[in-house]
Structures are given as C-alpha cells and as structure tokens.
C-alpha cells in the first residue's frame, strides 16, 4: 500500500486548512487510517484516527477542531483542521494499519503562524 499525502501550507492563526492521503488501492473496509504529526524535536504523536469500522478518536490537543473523513470512491482520507494554532506546527502524516502491518505517506508541512 502507497500512501500520497498532500495540502499542507502556511496558515494564519485562526484559520483552517485540508489534509488529504491517497491510497494506491481501496483499503479503508481492512485498515484502520491515522493521522498523526511531529513537531521539531518532538516524537511523533498521533492526531486522529478513523478505523475501518468508521470509530473515530482524536488527541486531547484537537478535539473539536480537527475531524477525520474517508472517502470510500476516492480512496482518499481527509483531515479537516479549523482554528489552527501556532502548536499545530508540525509534519503531518498518514498512516494505514491492517493485517498485521503498518504503512506510512510521506509527510506534509503544516505551519501556523502569523
């Protein structure tokens, strides 16, 4: 499974911004997807989650600014974030978790600043 992340940026404070990841094929029904980011000097965390049984769970951090979608026709994950944050400054990646395995894109850039 390849994964195409894109739709990082540079945002303001207050703003909002779409993260999208692309799967090479449909894997949504079997995979459990994530989102998940990591700021300079920081371990990675995780952000959002959107399990094949469509369970969504967020970090603390985001809650009720951030919500994970999937588009089955697409093959495509979506990561809506709105009143971003100066601590939302990170690398954004997804990442797809099924039979025993784990896959991750390639990270986008997301910086919030004024």
């Known amino acids: 499974v390849q994964l195409q992340a894109s739709g990082g940026g540079l945002v303001q404070p207050g703003e909002s911004l779409t993260l999208s990841c692309a799967a090479s094929r449909s894997i949504f029904s079997t995979h459990d997807m994530g989102w998940y980011r990591q700021a300079p000097g920081n371990q990675r965390e995780s952000v959002a989650e959107?399990?094949?049984?469509?369970?969504?769970t967020y970090a603390d951090s985001v809650k009720g600014r951030f919500t994970i979608s999937r588009d089955n026709a697409k093959n495509t994950v979506y990561l809506q974030m709105n009143s971003l944050k100066p601590e939302d400054t990170a690398v954004y990646y997804c990442?797809?978790?099924?039979?025993?395995?784990?896959?991750w894109g390639q990270g986008t850039q997301v910086t919030v600043s004024s």
């Open positions: 990442n797809a978790r099924g039979f025993n395995r784990s896959y």
């Open positions: 959107l399990t094949s049984r469509r369970i969504t």
